[in-house]
């Protein structure tokens, strides 16, 4: 069983498209999270979302939302997609919130033309 | 602010050759959390090693073994007779206690060539 999904693992898109990445978590854990990577392998954190206190970092554009329906699930919505969001975008979670290891999902590979 | 660094780029290595990478950490909280993560050309990000900063005790694991100096704010990495299969980018991470800082630092791309 995988134990943190995403989907797609590619995604390939427009600029001025709206498209989201679903992630999916069966470890139990309580926290989850959404990781920009990009061209030069920095992995910069997106969000983390823990019993539903929300934490963004302050540096993603509101054209970036996570959305959480339960705990298993945080989906990361992004509107009016720009050439430089093209990156790969990792989903993790973590049993807890602060200093639990994280458990990362594959990857999506998003390109935006 | 927390900061990671990881002074090495990339280093290449030939089997069997024993490897160092260096990790080197900021922060003024006095509870926090160490973490090396793998990743291999597949891409996916493997979980190595937590640490907490109480505990400085040195650990192995396997060929891998990691040395953690508060003096010196290091948690070092290192791989004894290095294998093709550890070809890979190594990421050091910080965590505060409460989980609102979690940095990665900027990877070290390990090449061991046969």
């Known amino acids: 069983d995988t134990a943190v999904s995403q989907t797609p693992k590619y995604l390939v898109t427009q600029m001025g498209n709206d498209k989201s990445i679903k992630c999916e978590q069966n470890?139990?854990?309580?926290?989850m999270y959404w990781y920009k990577q990009d061209s030069k392998k920095f992995l910069k954190i997106m969000f983390s979302?823990?019993?539903?206190?929300?934490?963004i970092n302050e540096t993603v554009p509101n054209r970036f939302s996570p959305k959480s329906p339960d705990k298993a699930h945080l989906n990361l919505h992004i509107n009016s997609l720009e050439l430089g969001d093209s990156a790969v975008y990792f989903c993790?979670?973590?049993?807890?919130?602060?200093?639990?290891?994280?458990?990362f999902g594959p990857g999506t590979r998003l390109t935006v033309t | 602010a927390q900061k990671v660094t990881q002074a090495q780029t990339e280093i290449s290595v030939v089997e069997k050759e024993d490897v160092t990478l260096d990790c080197v950490y900021e922060?003024?909280?006095?509870?926090?959390?160490l973490f090396w993560y793998k990743q291999p050309p597949s891409g996916e990000l493997v979980f190595l090693i937590r640490?907490?900063?109480?505990?400085?005790q040195n650990e192995i694991s396997g060929r891998y073994s990691w040395n953690f100096q508060k003096s010196t704010s290091s948690f070092n990495f290192t791989i004894t007779a290095s294998q093709v299969v550890d070809s890979a980018v190594y990421f050091c991470?910080?965590?505060?206690?409460?989980?609102?800082?979690?940095?990665f630092g900027p990877g070290t791309r390990l090449s061991v060539l046969p």
């Open positions: 993790a979670s973590s049993q807890s919130f602060g200093g639990s290891e994280q458990y």
């Open positions: 470890l139990g854990h309580d926290t």
């Open positions: 979302y823990n019993n539903k206190e929300l934490i």
């Open positions: 922060t003024r909280d006095t509870t926090y959390y």
């Open positions: 640490r907490n900063s109480f505990d400085e």
């Open positions: 991470a910080l965590s505060d206690n409460y989980g609102q800082n979690f940095v």
